[in-house]
């Protein structure tokens, strides 16, 4: 595995793999990796020639009162795991090579990019802006790597509907390739904030999953979408989730829907704050094909 930190060098990288006449796969990631990164490597692996794995910690994203300086940051181990899985290149460039003047939010920046139909819903109504910081960040990493295909993880559902609609909208030449959400044994999605969790909460961390597994089973023996929600919001707070959303939403729009119609894929999102670590998931409640 190539480690690399520059702009300069991933352009070599690109000429040499596309001389060879190699597919180009991209996983772009802020680090502190696990099984979830991990699963996307190995598909871009199974899937291309040439893997490309980024770790940057995008202060764009993060509002001002979020996590950006304290994001964990473990790089040696990183490495570790990308090489052990095959990773081809490994792109770690620090803050000045990607934003020259120290940008530090999207005031600072020049330039974005925005799809707001799909970024004020869900997640966008806490964390304003932030879905603009990603997915400008996002843009600018794929027009450095140039991928054939990227991949993208159904953990962070609204992110990845906002990634496959930039792509289709502005026809970016990249194909967005989705990869499941991998969980704990006990069901807790994995994710680099779970670290956060104390012992306790670590325990009841699972319980979100849990209940929207629950509220699928209850939604598909026919009960009623609103009385399912509201019982699945009790059990949580019960538990200690300060729950900032729980609904239904249509996968392609992620419009929240009042009443399930079995023709159109629809997922239940959730997030909620445990022990102040800010949690996510989703699972999908309609029995459409993929
Ligand atoms: P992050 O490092 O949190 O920005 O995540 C990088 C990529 O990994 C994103 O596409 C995430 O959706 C994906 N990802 C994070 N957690 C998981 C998970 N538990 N299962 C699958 N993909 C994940």
Request: charged content about 30%; some cysteine.
């Amino acid at each position: 595995m190539r480690v690399i930190s520059t702009v300069r060098e991933l352009a070599a990288e690109w000429d040499t793999g596309r001389l060879a006449g190699s597919v180009i796969g991209y996983v772009p990631t802020m680090g502190a990796l696990h099984e979830g990164h991990l699963s996307l490597v190995d598909l871009a692996r199974e899937q291309c020639d040439l893997v490309i794995c980024s770790i940057f910690v995008n202060p764009l994203q993060f509002g001002p009162d979020e996590d950006f300086e304290s994001y964990s940051r473990p790089v040696e181990r990183d490495l570790k795991l990308l090489e052990a899985r095959g990773t081809s290149v490994a792109f770690l460039p620090d803050w000045v090579e990607i934003f020259p003047r120290r940008e530090r939010t999207l005031q600072d920046f020049g330039s974005h990019v925005s799809v707001p139909r799909l970024s004020h819903q869900l997640c966008g109504r806490t964390r304003a802006g932030h879905f603009d910081g990603m997915v400008t960040e996002s843009l600018l990493f794929l027009n450095l790597v140039r991928p054939d295909r990227t991949y993208w993880g159904e953990k962070d559902f609204q992110q990845l509907r906002i990634i496959e609609t930039l792509v289709q909208d502005l026809r970016l030449p990249v194909r967005v390739v989705r990869g499941v959400t991998r969980r704990e044994e006990d069901g807790l999605a994995m994710s680099s904030r779970n670290m956060n969790l104390s012992p306790d909460a670590r325990a009841v961390a699972p319980r979100l999953h849990q209940v929207l597994l629950e509220s699928r089973s209850r939604l598909l023996d026919g009960d009623a979408l609103s009385a399912v929600l509201a019982a699945a919001r009790d059990t949580l707070t019960e538990r200690g989730f300060e729950i900032e959303y729980l609904v239904a939403g249509e996968e392609e729009s992620l419009t929240e829907v009042r009443t399930l119609d079995s023709r159109v894929p629809t997922r239940l999102f959730a997030a909620a704050r445990l022990d102040g670590v800010r949690l996510i998931d989703n699972l999908r409640v309609t029995e459409v094909a993929p």
